[in-house]
């Protein structure tokens, strides 16, 4: 079975600018949560997709979005970028209510 | 909300050494637990789960976990450590029916050779 795939793997942007984040689920996932893990911490909650459908929500703000396809794969949207955003990204997978969730290695921004 | 927190920021230990990483969690009911390895710049891969039955739970890599409900608590340990073992560890939390995993802030594990 496939992994959890993201791209790209690293990304330069300037503050003020937006992105955009790929994520492809594993095989026989159907929900996607993104996480955002600061240098030196834990990841934290973002959001999470399930049925193309926002499905719970971190303490993050509106200028982050996310979109789910039909086939499961997701985007992450940030806007008007800041230095703060600068972070690894991860997005994982799951089937909903399995509670096991399989992470992709992450698209590493830098915001400068 | 639910809190997670491992007390070791660093630990290190000789290869062959045994091994315990220390995670106690905060929540009202008994939670689904997680153990997840990072090498650096890496995503995150999973080591072992608990949701519920024996205490003792066996994981990858020769890892196991023990949640003890009494002290909430779901310590990592490995009896013999390799040098390819050093990462960062992290515990999470999963309310039982939830979708937010909560991590702790991580162990960084430091082994000599």
């Known amino acids: 079975e496939t992994g959890v795939t993201q791209s790209p793997t690293h990304l330069i942007k300037t503050r003020g600018q937006q992105v955009t984040l790929r994520c492809s689920s594993q095989?026989?996932?159907?929900?996607v949560s993104w996480y955002q893990q600061a240098l030196g911490q834990g990841p934290q909650f973002i959001f999470q997709?399930?049925?193309?459908?926002?499905?719970g929500r971190g303490n993050f703000p509106p200028r982050f979005s996310g979109l789910q396809f039909p086939n499961y794969s997701s985007e992450l949207n940030v806007n008007a970028l800041e230095l703060d955003d600068s972070a690894l990204y991860l997005c994982?997978?799951?089937?909903?209510?399995?509670?096991?969730?399989?992470f992709g290695s992450g698209t590493r921004l830098t915001v400068v | 909300a639910q809190s997670v927190t491992q007390p070791d920021i660093h630990i290190t230990v000789s290869e062959g050494a045994s091994l315990e990483l220390r995670c106690n969690y905060s929540y009202g009911a008994t939670p689904y637990l997680f153990w997840y390895v990072q090498s650096p710049g890496q995503g995150l891969q999973l080591l072992l789960k608990?949701?519920?039955?024996?205490?003792l739970v066996q994981g990858i890599k020769g890892f196991e976990a023990e949640f003890k409900r009494s002290q909430s608590s779901f310590n990592l340990r490995k009896p013999s450590v390799h040098w390819s073992d050093a990462a960062e560890y992290f515990c999470?939390?999963?309310?039982?029916?939830?979708?937010?995993?909560?991590f702790g802030t991580g162990t960084q594990l430091k082994v000599e050779l």
């Open positions: 994982a997978s799951s089937k909903a209510g399995r509670g096991g969730y399989t």
């Open positions: 997709y399930y049925r193309e459908e926002e499905n």
């Open positions: 999470a939390v999963l309310p039982e029916g939830g979708n937010k995993l909560t």
């Open positions: 095989s026989g996932h159907n929900t």
């Open positions: 608990y949701f519920s039955g024996d205490t």
